[in-house]
């Protein structure tokens, strides 16, 4: 069966500080992977996409199936930034499964 | 981006009655919509899956005849608890995407916080 994990439930860094949310997940096809963001009292909202390998926010994360990988990273995390973050995964079957979610808190 | 509505946004219901929630993408057609319930501080667990015009996709462990969901058309898709009981109380999210194609976004509603007293 498919799965996410996201290791952190919680992860404070100080602001500029290089951040790194991890993300694992089994899947034996080819998966389409996602990072999701909720910021307080506001609604998930897509961060990014694994498919358009695009850079959001100062945000990136690469596919890595040796590993089975989808890490975000950020070299300079602002206070802006702290939030939910949670790594999801679609399958053929169009299921859209999430991670734990971590929750990230910037410190000034 | 697309804008997905749930109503209402909170609901409060005695034991032993129905609520039903709504689920509509405002302004693209939903091929897809998703149900999870979400508890305090914890990741979303999905519920089920829906295509418009057909049955919906349970998870394992979800009761289909307690959660029941209808897809009746591509902008509109109800969840409605039956003989609801203090432990639905919960927070239900939906989320629609528009195709079934590599990469699309799944757009996500405000939530329903639903109290069973």
């Known amino acids: 069966a498919q799965r996410v994990t996201q290791p952190e439930k919680l992860l404070s860094v100080f602001k500029g500080a290089p951040v790194e949310l991890k993300c694992n997940y089994s899947y034996s096809g080819s998966p389409e992977l996602f990072w999701y963001v909720q910021y307080s009292r506001q609604r998930l909202q897509l961060l990014l996409r694994?498919?358009s390998r695009e850079s959001i926010k100062g945000f990136t994360a690469d596919l890595n199936k040796g590993e089975t990988s989808f890490h975000l990273k950020k070299p300079f995390a602002q206070e802006e930034d702290s939030a939910m973050y949670y790594c999801a995964l679609i399958q053929g079957a169009q299921k859209l499964v999430f991670g734990q979610g971590t929750r990230l808190t910037i410190n000034p | 981006g697309a804008v997905v509505s749930q109503h209402p946004s909170w609901v409060i219901c005695k034991s032993g009655t129905s609520v039903k929630i709504e689920c509509r993408s405002l302004d693209f057609q939903a091929t897809t919509m998703f149900w999870y319930r979400q508890f305090p501080k914890q990741s979303l667990m999905l519920m089920a899956t829906s295509n418009e015009g057909s049955k919906a996709t349970y998870e394992q462990g979800v009761e289909k005849d307690k959660f029941l969901i209808n897809h009746a058309s591509l902008t509109l898709s109800t969840l409605t608890v039956t003989s609801a009981h203090p432990e639905d109380s919960s927070f239900y999210i939906c989320s629609a995407r528009e195709t079934a194609e590599v990469g699309t976004e799944a757009f996500f509603g405000q939530g329903t916080r639903l109290t069973v007293v």
């Open positions: 694994h498919i």
